[in-house]
């Protein structure tokens, strides 16, 4: 982080309380960690094993004893990043079961964890929610990651007219994001209208944006972080794509 950046976002960001489900790793980590730079309280809830609250969001007690630890702790909180990651499985695999724990993930737990901090947000409160472009586009069995997502982007301005006037509500849709550091070259990239996979950053810098003043007229929006993917028109034939019959 230059000097620049570094002393703007503590002066937006210092002591503000932030909470991010799915912190611990990948995109969710990445925007815990530009919070935590930027001065900020992050409070991170995660399945895996590390120095924050452990716990499964599939699960309303857990979500209960999280929200109290978090108020209880802080007593209010400004901004709400809801981007735990759902199950992917497809219809061909995917078990009744399975299918409503993605829902409760991606979906059930969200809802609820801004049911529980209603009364708790501060002034200025912001919520964004990680949706995926594959709200509006698909690959094969992958039902229950999809619909997911394809709720949380719905969910997005429901809550945003819900809360008007209290709480602003935006969600990010990542297009391919790689959380492992791999330099992609070749169709991996060129494929992509911008030239390159996605980053973390690319995802955590837009939250932080949201969550900011700038972003003081922006709500119940969905912002799509894929490259261009979504807009790139695919035909057999075309720039050497080819359909493997």
């Known amino acids: 982080m230059n000097e620049a950046k570094s002393k703007h976002n503590l002066m937006e960001f210092k002591d503000k309380v932030v909470v991010v489900t799915g912190g611990a790793r990948g995109i969710g980590q990445c925007i815990a960690t530009e919070f935590s730079e930027a001065g900020a309280h992050v409070c991170v809830i995660d399945k895996q094993q590390g120095p924050h609250f452990v716990g499964d969001i599939a699960s309303k007690q857990v979500l209960e004893q999280f929200a109290h630890e978090v108020i209880d702790k802080h007593g209010h909180v400004d901004y709400l990043i809801n981007n735990a990651l759902p199950l992917m499985k497809g219809i061909d695999e995917c078990t009744y079961e399975e299918f409503q724990y993605a829902l409760s993930v991606g979906i059930t737990a ?4 801004v049911k529980l901090f209603a009364q708790h947000f501060a002034p200025g409160a912001a919520i964004v929610n990680i949706s995926s472009s594959r ?9 229950s990651y999809t619909a997911a997502k394809g709720g949380i982007a719905a ?3 429901a809550l945003a007219v819900s809360l008007a006037g209290r709480v ?9 994001i790689d959380t492992h550091g791999t330099v992609f070259s070749g169709p991996d990239a060129i494929q992509q209208p911008a030239g390159r996979v996605g980053t973390p950053q690319d995802i955590a810098s837009m939250v932080l944006f949201l ?12 912002i799509c972080i894929d490259g261009g993917m979504t807009r790139q028109m695919v035909y057999h034939g075309d720039h050497g794509w080819k359909l493997e019959e």
């Open 155 to 157: 969910l997005t301005h």
């Open 110 to 113: 969200p809802f609820y964890l």
């Open 135 to 143: 709200d509006r586009m698909s690959q094969p069995q992958t039902e």
């Open 168 to 176: 602003r509500v935006n969600s990010i849709s990542p297009g391919w």
């Open 211 to 222: 969550c900011s003043d700038k972003a003081g007229f922006i709500t119940g929006e969905n």
